[in-house]
T-cell receptor, first 114, second 114 residues
Framework: QKEVEQNSGPLSVPEGAIASLNCTYS??????FFWYRQYSGKSPELIMS????GDKEDGRFTAQLNKASQYVSLLIRDSQPSDSATYLC??????????????FGSGTQLTVLP | ETGVTQTPRHLVMGMTNKKSLKCEQH?????MYWYKQSAKKPLELMFV???????ENNSVPSRFSPECPNSSHLFLHLHTLQPEDSALYLC?????????????FGSGTQLSVL
């Protein structure tokens, strides 16, 4: 059973602070990792993808990957109330004889307090 | 026109009803997916279609029947559902199921089974 684990939260940070979201995955064969943002009552939206060890920055978002520790994180700098959402971590793996699949974590609920 | 559209947005049905969910993607993608999202649980992959051919059926009960007439359209036919099938059903598409990266989700159908 391929799993992606996230702290469900809720995580609360004050406006302007750095929000840190963490994720671990069980399949060492996973090659691609994604962070999706899901507002309440809405569908998931891809915000970051990362494929190699290290950091990847995109605006206020930084994704970090450590394959040796099977750990992925998302940092949100200068957090805004509009960042309040559930953040889903996903890892891609290929079951034997099947197409590549995404396994999702259950999500971390983030609240940014004004 | 949004990339992936789903209808209806909300559906209430009895256990003996038959209904269908519809999904259409306008992104020129070749792979389409059905996911189930229940409260506090990870997204569950149900079905994958790649170039109109079903490539995955993740042990989904037969009361859920998918149909993919072409690469742009995907249906989920529902019959004799159970109350535990109440959930948000999300359609997604990607360029190809072999890479299964960067899923684009529709807005979902919130299903309630009475």
């Amino acid at each position: 059973q391929k799993e992606v684990e996230q702290n469900s939260g809720p995580l609360s940070v004050p406006e302007g602070a750095i929000a840190s979201l963490n994720c671990t995955y069980s399949d060492r064969g996973s090659q691609s990792f994604f962070w999706y943002r899901q507002y309440s009552g809405k569908s998931p939206e891809l915000i970051m993808s990362i494929y190699s060890n290290g950091d990847k920055e995109d605006g206020r978002f930084t994704a970090q990957l450590n394959k040796a520790s099977q750990y992925v994180s998302l940092l949100i700098r200068d957090s805004q109330p509009s960042d309040s959402a559930t953040y889903l971590c996903a890892a891609s793996f290929r079951p034997s004889g099947s197409a590549r699949q995404l396994t999702f974590g259950s999500g971390t609920q983030l609240t940014v307090l004004p | 026109e949004t990339g992936v559209t789903q209808t209806p947005r909300h559906l209430v049905m009895g256990m003996t009803n038959k209904k269908s969910l519809k999904c259409e993607q306008h992104l020129g993608h070749n792979a389409m997916y059905w996911y189930k999202q229940s409260a506090k649980k990870p997204l569950e992959l149900m079905f994958v279609y790649n170039f109109k051919e079903q490539t995955e059926n993740n042990s989904v009960p037969s009361r859920f029947s998918p149909e993919c007439p072409n690469s742009s359209h995907l249906f989920l036919h529902l019959h004799t559902l159970q109350p535990e099938d109440s959930a948000l059903y999300l359609c997604a598409s990607s360029q190809s199921a072999s890479t299964n990266e960067k899923l684009f989700f529709g807005s979902g159908t919130q299903l309630s089974v009475l």
